[in-house]
């Protein structure tokens, strides 16, 4: 079992940055992927971004170039800075791990850009 919980959400200006947190607990060293993802209202739940216990990242093309996913050594924590940010409709961030064959979400965390 992997227990993960989000922070950093909250609201922030278009142009701006904001970063987000994910603690993993539990099962740890069975994690072999950790990634964020947001959910507009009334949209499906889309990667952002996605970084391997190798360390190979991967981002939506909407994130390239403006996002940062990084996590500690230990993998109980995971980062996805944002700089450059958007006006759009709210969306909450959700951090994702897979572990010993199993999906993990946290509850997520909200992110609200202004124009």
């Known amino acids: 079992q992997v227990q993960l919980v989000e922070s950093g959400g909250g609201l922030v200006q278009a142009g701006g940055s904001l970063r987000l947190s994910c603690e993993a607990s539990?099962?740890?060293?069975?994690?072999?992927?950790m990634s964020w993802y947001r959910q507009a209202p009334g949209k499906q739940r889309e990667l952002v971004a996605s970084?391997?216990?190798?360390?190979?990242?991967n981002y939506a093309e909407s994130a390239k170039g403006r996002f940062a996913i990084s996590r500690t050594n230990a993998k109980n924590r995971l980062y996805l800075q944002m700089n450059s940010l958007k006006p759009e409709a709210p969306a909450v961030y959700y951090c994702?791990?897979?572990?010993?064959?199993?999906?993990?979400w946290g509850q997520g965390t909200q992110v609200t850009v202004s124009s």
């Open positions: 994702y791990a897979r572990a010993g064959g199993y999906d993990y």
């Open positions: 539990g099962s740890i060293w069975r994690i072999n992927l």
């Open positions: 970084i391997t216990s190798g360390d190979s990242t």
